[in-house]
């Protein structure tokens, strides 16, 4: 494991933990504690964590809260709408397969997906309610609806079954959706079992294509769960900060302005 990514990984622990400590997470990550204490030196001088006696405890900087359905749809609603037209260019073949995260940015998306012609010729899976039951309303025959349960807040379905399920796929893109992204944390989201399901698309897809409004570029949520070398596209709208932007091509991430 590569030092960058060992600390999004510890910088996710501790977010989520509140707390950690140096001997655990060297047994955790099977490197010396010296090699941890400088990997909390790193982070805290970036002020993901704050150095404390023996470890580290959660930085104030990570946000939590979440937004319902219908306020993030409102949300660079125009945005969402471009970057969804920007998505058609990454479509697989004919008979290819994808997956489809949930979230409102990819709910446009699924939209544009049922008016294609080549919509039934497509195998889609997704763990968005809203967007099966649009899929499905349009006449999509293979659309593959995760099961598990289902979070109120997001509609999103998340849990052992679908995780279990997604280890078993594998799609030649994953659409994927974030609450946010910085070059230190990554992909993240608010909620670690909606971000578990979110990796696991990832892990199995040929081609990584993530779907993020210029509003959460720069934003930390408190659980990551892809680092910036594990994606291949970010479709983004023209407010994308250009350092962002630049830094992204820099490390040979493909970058769409969505106009």
Request: net charge negative.
């Amino acid at each position: 494991m590569y030092a960058e990514e060992r600390r999004r990984q510890i910088a996710s622990l501790t977010a989520i933990e509140g707390r950690v400590n140096v001997t655990e997470l060297a047994a955790r990550f099977d490197v010396t504690a010296e090699t941890i204490r400088r990997d909390l030196a790193v982070l805290d001088n970036e002020g993901t964590v704050h150095r404390v006696h023996g470890g580290a405890v959660a930085s104030q900087n990570f946000q939590t809260a979440e937004l319902t359905v219908d306020a993030r749809a409102k949300s660079a609603s125009s945005a969402k709408s471009a970057i969804a037209r920007a998505a058609l260019d990454f479509l697989p073949a004919a008979q290819g397969g994808m997956f489809l995260d949930a979230g409102t940015t990819l709910a446009p998306l699924a939209e544009l997906i049922a008016d294609h012609p080549n919509a039934r010729q497509w195998s889609i899976v997704t763990n968005c309610l809203p967007i099966a039951m649009s899929l499905a309303s349009a006449g999509l025959d293979e659309v593959q609806l995760l099961g598990g349960s289902v979070r109120a807040i997001t509609q999103a379905v998340v849990g052992d079954t679908a995780l279990r399920t997604l280890a078993l796929m594998r799609a030649d893109v994953a659409f994927i959706g974030t609450n946010a992204l910085t070059l230190d944390h990554g992909l993240s989201t608010a909620d670690s079992q909606e971000a578990a399901v979110k990796r696991a698309m990832i892990i199995n897809a040929r081609k990584v294509v993530v779907l993020c409004d210029a509003t959460k570029m720069g934003c930390d949520y408190l659980v990551s769960f892809a680092g910036i070398d594990d994606i291949d596209v970010v479709i983004t709208d023209s407010g994308a900060p250009q350092s962002i932007v630049d830094s992204l091509r820099d490390r040979e991430i493909q970058v769409v302005i969505a106009q």
